[in-house]
């Protein structure tokens, strides 16, 4: 099974993409948060770093786009391939009010019209790099899936990862495994579920639903459980001093780059997703004013 380590803008940098690959492992493609595009075509500084080949050495990465202009795609397209890449994933999924309102994103979904002709002009002439969608199911209800998968089937990807919730479930809101099994049937080149995939079980169970699903996308069950993948592959769970190593790594690294105070924020940000509800967890991380003691927190039984 192929898996695919989630982009999550804010969170999933170089920094934690090298530590994750380092202590843990198992992941076969960390994907990129968004590049959201402009007309004038300028990236932002962190942008270019994430992108760069040494911000990425060592791994398989996907870069990602938002755009909803066949233009700033296709260029967009020919940087990625400049940097050294075969292969970028564009962005029609994410549900954000400041994305879809301006159609982007999700927002796509709302208007398959446009989505068609968009991807038209987007295939009309020959891409530098191969081309993958990560997509919801729908803007407003799972029953505009049928009419999106007709335009996707259209077209050749090189995978489609399926988000099986629409734009207006956010990301905990109702989930939508069969339409995960519909994409399968329509024949969907090389679809990738994604959603709510937290334990060897849940994916287990995945598996089970629907054999066909060869592909997995994993994000926040990564983040708490950074094992998931190995464990995944029949490796053992993730040990106290992998977790120390972990988090040691990533407190270090966004220290350097941001500041110390903005690091440990971030990390405990990170670290109350393994214990959501878990109130002496959140009240000892809250009090915590080190990484060392952040770290006892987590750790202590
Ligand atoms: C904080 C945050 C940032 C995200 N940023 C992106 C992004 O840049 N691009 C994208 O395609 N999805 C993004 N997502 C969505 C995730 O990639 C993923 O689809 C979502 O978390 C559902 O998968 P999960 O249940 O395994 O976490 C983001 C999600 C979160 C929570």
């Not at 940098?13 to 198992?26: P, Y």
């Not at 960390?30 to 402009?38: D, I, S």
């Amino acid at each position: 099974m192929k898996i695919y380590f989630a982009p999550m803008e804010g969170i999933t940098d170089g920094i934690l993409r090298q530590a994750h690959n380092r202590i843990f492992g198992g992941v076969d493609v960390y994907c990129l948060p968004f590049h959201k595009l402009t007309q004038t075509m300028s990236l932002l500084t962190r942008e270019i770093r994430d992108i760069s080949p040494e911000e990425n050495e060592g791994l398989n990465v996907l870069p990602q786009a938002l755009t909803r202009d066949p233009e700033q795609l296709s260029a967009w397209m020919y940087y990625v391939s400049e940097c050294g890449y075969s292969h970028a994933d564009l962005n029609i999924g994410c549900p954000s009010p400041t994305v879809t309102k301006r159609g982007r994103g999700s927002g796509m979904l709302r208007d398959p019209f446009y989505l068609r002709a968009f991807f038209d002009r987007v295939f009309a002439n020959t891409l530098p790099v191969s081309l993958s969608v990560k997509t919801r199911i729908g803007y407003e209800s799972a029953d505009e899936w049928p009419e999106i998968l007709d335009i996707l089937a259209d077209y050749p990807f090189d995978h489609v990862t399926v988000h099986v919730r629409t734009m207006k479930e956010q990301y905990t809101g109702g989930i939508h495994p069969e339409a995960f099994e519909t994409a399968v049937q329509k024949g969907i080149h090389h679809p990738v579920y994604n959603g709510d995939l937290r334990s060897v079980e849940d994916v287990n169970e995945l598996k089970q639903r629907c054999p066909a699903a060869e592909a997995v996308m994993i994000g926040r069950g990564l983040l708490a459980d950074p094992a998931l993948a190995r464990e995944l592959r029949g490796g053992p769970e993730a040990g106290k001093d992998e977790l120390q190593a972990w988090y040691t790594a990533l407190y270090e690294g966004w220290a350097q780059r941001f500041h110390p105070t903005l690091a440990l924020g971030r990390i405990k940000k990170l670290m109350e997703w393994p214990g959501e509800g878990d109130i002496r967890r959140k009240r000892l991380l809250r009090r915590a004013d080190d990484i060392e003691s952040c770290i006892d927190a987590i750790l202590s039984d």
